[in-house]
Nanobody, 126 residues
């Protein structure tokens, strides 16, 4: 059974930083594209970033590009999201997701992802 567990969320002031982690179990981690999505109250879920199996290819949502960095450590079965220069509009529940993928790219559509974590809350105060 696949489990994805996020951690690292919290309350931070505008301009601050947080580092999210997502640890996977029950899957061959390096066989999966990984991604971070977020959902704010009353809004649709949106992609934050995704990373290919090897970590070589990444994609970012327009609102976070240049501020957030996705990475992964396949030896530790862990996905990361370094979030800098946080803004109040970054406030949301953040989810990690996994999609089986034999290619060297990653998906930015939530519909490609089979497995999801429970989420970790990020709140940015103004």
């Amino acid at each position: 059974q696949v489990h994805l567990v996020e951690s690292g969320g919290g309350l931070v002031q505008t301009g601050g930083s947080l580092r999210l982690s997502c640890t996977g179990s029950g899957l061959t981690f390096d066989g999966y594209t990984m991604a971070w999505f977020r959902q704010a109250p009353g809004k649709e879920r949106e992609v934050v970033s995704c990373v290919s199996r090897s970590g070589a290819a990444t994609r970012y949502g327009d609102t976070v590009r240049g501020r957030f960095t996705i990475s992964r450590d396949n030896a530790k079965n862990t996905l990361y999201l370094q979030m800098n220069s946080l803004k109040p509009e970054d406030t949301a529940m953040y989810y990690c997701a996994a999609a089986p993928n034999l290619g060297s790219f990653c998906y930015d559509s939530q519909y490609e992802y089979d497995y999801w974590g429970q989420g970790t809350q990020v709140s940015v105060s103004s």
